[in-house]
């Protein structure tokens, strides 16, 4: 039910931002999907995919699922960052899924050296595991050596790219510009802010024949002391979010393209809601419907704008303790099946059914301006032969709309007009 290929595009806005538009289909495992849209497209394939190389045969689809599902709980922490030349019009890059993540395929400095780094739209720094190395996690592959790297620079700690970097960027005792990061779940990141060029190639399985595209200047973290929970087959992240030194950022400021947004009658769009830090992109929900029975927000707790982040990189959604309670109720109130517990004690609605038809309600995500009407594939999750769970769970801290929510929809980040939009998709010709 939640197996599914991925596919994150970008289209470049002139000479300011990217619009990005992310689709999310449930695809066979056995095949992957891309799509071109305008500045350049990203593919996206899932790690419980046999095209992947993390794929493990032995286990089963709702046991893939469910690993999914579980490590998902871990990404929440992921969201609280603290200090501690040529543009062709089609460029891919192939991504691949590692542990709830998606490791992305990119090269870096001159001549180009082959990195995988986790994709994440929940942070902005690009950055990788450098030589010299004081202190580094295991890797299955060479560290990068900027010493070997012709275009590889140190950025002075008086530049506008490490005043970017607020609190997490300091100087050291030759004036170039060090950063220190770390996160919730207490991975972390120590080393040099540098220029260096950033190649994005197709990967050899795509039939858009586009070719690999160089980009110079691209600020990166050369790290040196890094640390945490980090998969020995990755090395550092891609961030995607919409600081300034992000890939989307950058590549917008420094690639020619034309920008392609979402179009046409059920396309539905809501205001990103500008929050500190700017990495994240907040949404504000309103209310949730659940069949006819619409439930108001700020009826169970204090309303606040820009109250949830969409992440691609989380698969359950998570609502506020205090409305997910009432949500869940009137979930349970329209399905007449057999209730029985989560063994992991991760969902708290479960029925036992080998069937996916028990009778789910459609429920309607109300976005500011956008309704968002979902189906059981976006929903419920199967974790088990027997075993189908409402893919919802409670969060004190923050509310997240993941991934299998935005199953089978184009959504499109329009980063001039500040906006994001949602198209059903049909994923069976997209995958053509």
Known sequence: MASHDSLLSFASL??????????????????????????????????????????????????????????????VNHFKPTR????????????????????????????????????????????????????????AFPLFDPGKSNTFKTIACNSRECDSLGEMGHCSSSSTCLYSMSYGDQSFTNGDLAFDTLTLGSSSSSASGSQPASFSNIVIGCGHNNGGTFSVDGSGIIGLGGGM??????????????????????????????????NFYVLTLEAMSVGNKRLELGNSSPFIEGNIIIDSGTTLTLLP????????SAVAEEIDAERTPDPEDVLSLCYKSAS?????????????GADVQLNQLNTFVRLGEELLCLAFRPDERLSIFGNLAQMSFLVGYDLKENTVSFMPADCNRMHM
């Open 14 to 75: 002139p000479s300011i931002l990217i619009a990005i538009n992310i689709v999310l289909c449930s695809f066979s495992l056995s095949t992957s999907a891309t799509l071109n849209i305008g500045g350049f497209s990203v593919d996206l394939i899932h790690r419980d995919s046999p095209d992947s190389p993390f794929y493990n045969s032995s286990e089963t689809p709702s046991q893939r699922t469910a690993k999914a599902v579980y490590r998902s709980i871990n990404r």
């Open 356 to 368: 996916d038809n028990i009778g789910a309600p459609i429920i309607t995500a109300h976005f500011r």
């Open 321 to 328: 303790v205090d409305f997910y309670k009432e949500f869940e």
């Open 84 to 139: 501690s030349s040529t543009s062709p019009q089609s460029v891919e890059s192939e991504i691949i899924s590692d542990k709830g993540e998606y490791l992305m395929k990119y090269s870096v400095g001159t001549p180009p050296v082959a990195v995988l780094g986790i994709a994440d739209t929940g942070s902005d720094l690009i950055w990788l595991q450098c030589k010299p190395c004081t202190d580094c996690y295991e890797q």
């Open 245 to 278: 030194v992000s890939l989307v950022s950058q590549l917008g400021s420094s690639a020619d393209g034309s920008t392609r947004s979402i179009s046409g009658p059920e396309v539905v769009s809501t205001p990103l809601v500008t929050k500190n830090p700017d």
